[in-house]
């Protein structure tokens, strides 16, 4: 199966499509903002994604109980989740002219939608796809809206029951989506390698009959080059300048260099994928010859027998397989030879 996102063409018969997320790594910063898109496009990305909410679309402006981040271990421990959502959005009026500046680089734009109100704003700018983040997978109205664009969706399976996806991606076909792509997500940030279960990748394609993918949100490649190797079509990856610089996400994307690594490695992990084969492949055949094979180790007169000094198995693979060493110890030469003969049947 093949479905074409913008100018990609998204399968198992194509090279991964790598995502970097801006996220809210602009640092409300829109010369930041276009400066990430260049050195994403620089790097070999193929897409660029934004998130699309105001802090008011996200949760209510309080900064107590539960929507003040008292969890020590987080990233964002002692703010509300409002002032994080402001720290951390994207100005819309910033949209046009990121994804202006991503097409003109050849890389292709989109974003994710928080609410019905992001989703019409994102169809008047014309993205070719959308994101369900994995902590909306659950907001089936949502999905619906999204589905009823007609445009592919690529959605994040993080937290979700099999109960949970089922029900997400029934609303998404149900409502018009007919191009699908579900990415394994961890969501913890970042998150640990033993933690992501990346063999859920092909259980979700065999379950869900469509494209799979990786939402990685460990820090460097490996991750990401392993789950190709299980069959990932998309990788997505949080994306920076530099974590030197800060940001609300900056401590777990990666840097210019390291997405180049992850490009470039993602699409020899694909190549090396094949198919199943078995014997010399037509770039080997030429070293067959440096196998062992047996070969006269010393002058023989006619008549003279074989035995384990003038008889070796040596490089090169010339002469019979060393399976017949034993087979021809004890017997005759019908003609002198000399050493350095590779040794064939004719010799008996």
């Not at 907001?139 to 949970?164: D, F, Q, W």
């Not at 961890?186 to 799979?212: D, Q, R």
């Not at 789950?227 to 900056?250: M, P, W």
């Not at 087979?327 to 050493?339: E, N």
Request: proline fraction near 5%.
């Amino acid at each position: 199966m093949t479905l074409v996102v913008g100018n990609r063409s998204i399968g198992r018969d194509h090279p991964p499509v790598v995502i970097a997320e801006m996220s809210g790594n602009h640092n409300q910063s829109l010369e930041r903002a276009l400066e990430i898109v260049e050195a994403a496009a620089k790097a070999g990305a193929h897409a660029l994604k934004i998130q699309t909410y105001t802090p008011d679309t996200m949760t209510l402006d309080l900064d107590e109980r539960e929507f003040h981040i008292s969890d020590p271990n987080s990233l964002w421990a002692g703010t509300s989740l409002y002032k994080l959502y402001g720290k951390a959005y994207t100005p819309w009026e910033w949209h046009k002219p990121i994804f202006d500046r991503a097409r003109e680089l050849g890389i292709i734009p989109f974003s994710t939608p928080f609410d019905d109100t992001a989703v019409d704003f994102l169809e008047s700018l014309d993205v070719p796809c959308y994101k369900i983040a994995s902590f909306e997978n659950i907001h089936l109205p949502l999905i619906r809206k999204v589905a009823a664009t007609g445009k592919p969706i690529i959605m994040s399976t993080g937290m979700a029951t099999i109960a949970e996806l089922d029900e997400a991606v029934t609303a998404a076909r149900e409502a018009g989506c007919e191009e699908l792509i579900l990415l394994k997500c961890t969501s913890t940030y970042p998150a640990k390698p033993e933690n992501t279960n990346i063999l859920t990748i092909p259980h979700l394609h065999e379950l869900f009959g469509c494209e799979v993918g990786l939402s990685d949100h460990t820090m460097g490649v490996g991750v990401s080059v392993a789950a190709v190797a299980l069959g990932a079509t998309v990788i997505e990856k949080h994306f920076t300048l530099s974590r030197a610089d800060g940001g609300v996400d900056a401590s777990f994307s990666l840097e210019p260099d390291e997405l180049k690594a992850l490009v470039v490695e993602t699409e020899r992990a694909w190549q090396a994928l094949g198919s199943v084969v078995y014997g010399p492949t037509e770039k080997e055949k030429a070293s067959l010859q440096f196998r062992r094979s047996l070969y006269v180790a010393v002058d023989m007169k006619a008549g003279d027998v074989f035995t384990e000094k003038n008889l070796r198995v040596v490089r090169p693979g010339l002469g019979l397989l060393p399976k017949y060493f034993e087979t021809f110890l004890g017997r005759s030469v019908t003609m002198d030879v000399k050493k350095g003969t590779p040794v064939s049947w004719d010799l008996l």
